[in-house]
């Protein structure tokens, strides 16, 4: 037994070639500054990790249709019952306040403690001084992230453009990636630390 759930909208509907890439992250149909392509990705992650299905259901010129499955008594993944609580202050640069409020949020559910930033210079005017930095590719062309203390390790979120010449130190995380990706790799750089 389970809960089904059928969402459905009056949109241009869903068309073959974009079902296969639907639910990847900052993947979008939408114009540049009008979608950050997280939505449909973070509902996956969601349903998935409660052990549920989200299909999109058949092509039709009337708009897109999402069908959601849920288990009843549905509950946390594994890696949500057994969250670490460690001491590690982990900051987020990335100017889309949006994806850096679920980015944040991730890395909390995860155990860790954060900060968000809309940029490098107001990383830069805070007074904790964080044991990581994930920062977007956007932060790459301000100087505050690359110049902080060599101790502290940086985590690029970087798109394939990405100038990588000039990243320093810093680890690459390619996108797209899945929150559990970012969740695993900051785990390994603090390990290391």
Same mark, same amino acid.
């Given at each position: 037994?389970? %809960? @089904?759930?059928?969402?459905?909208?009056? &949109?241009?509907?869903?068309?073959?070639?974009?079902?296969?890439?639907?639910?990847?992250?900052?993947?979008?149909?939408?114009?540049?500054?009008?979608? #950050?392509?997280?939505?449909?990705?973070?509902?996956?992650?969601?349903?998935?990790?409660?052990?549920? #299905? %989200?299909?999109? =259901?058949?092509?039709?010129?009337? &708009? @897109?249709?999402?069908?959601?499955?849920?288990?009843?008594?549905?509950?946390?993944?594994?890696?949500?019952?057994?969250?670490?609580?460690?001491?590690?202050?982990?900051? #987020?640069?990335?100017?889309?306040?949006?994806?850096?409020?679920?980015? &944040?949020?991730?890395?909390?559910?995860?155990?860790?403690?954060?900060?968000?930033?809309?940029?490098?210079?107001?990383?830069?005017?805070?007074?904790?001084?964080?044991?990581?930095?994930?920062?977007?590719? +956007?932060?790459?062309?301000?100087?505050?992230?690359?110049?902080?203390?060599?101790?502290?390790?940086?985590?690029?979120?970087?798109?394939?453009?990405?100038? /990588?010449?000039?990243? =320093?130190?810093?680890?690459?995380?390619?996108?797209?990636?899945?929150?559990?990706?970012?969740?695993? /790799?900051?785990?390994? #750089?603090? +390990? /290391?630390?």
């Amino acid at each position: 037994m389970g %809960i @089904a759930v059928e969402v459905a909208d009056a &949109g241009p509907g869903v068309s073959d070639e974009l079902r296969e890439r639907i639910f990847e992250p900052f993947f979008t149909t939408k114009a540049e500054g009008q979608g #950050v392509g997280l939505g449909l990705s973070v509902s996956h992650g969601i349903i998935t990790d409660h052990g549920g #299905v %989200i299909e999109v =259901g058949p092509p039709s010129p009337d &708009g @897109a249709t999402f069908l959601v499955w849920l288990p009843e008594g549905a509950a946390p993944s594994d890696r949500d019952r057994e969250t670490p609580q460690v001491d590690a202050l982990v900051a #987020v640069v990335e100017p889309d306040a949006f994806v850096g409020a679920l980015i &944040g949020s991730a890395l909390e559910r995860a155990g860790y403690r954060t900060l968000v930033a809309a940029s490098a210079s107001e990383l830069a005017s805070i007074d904790d001084v964080p044991d990581l930095v994930v920062f977007d590719e +956007a932060g790459m062309h301000e100087s505050a992230p690359l110049s902080l203390d060599d101790s502290i390790p940086r985590i690029l979120l970087a798109g394939a453009e990405a100038d /990588r010449s000039a990243l =320093g130190s810093a680890i690459v995380l390619d996108k797209p990636f899945q929150m559990g990706e970012l969740i695993d /790799r900051v785990g390994t #750089v603090l +390990a /290391r630390e």
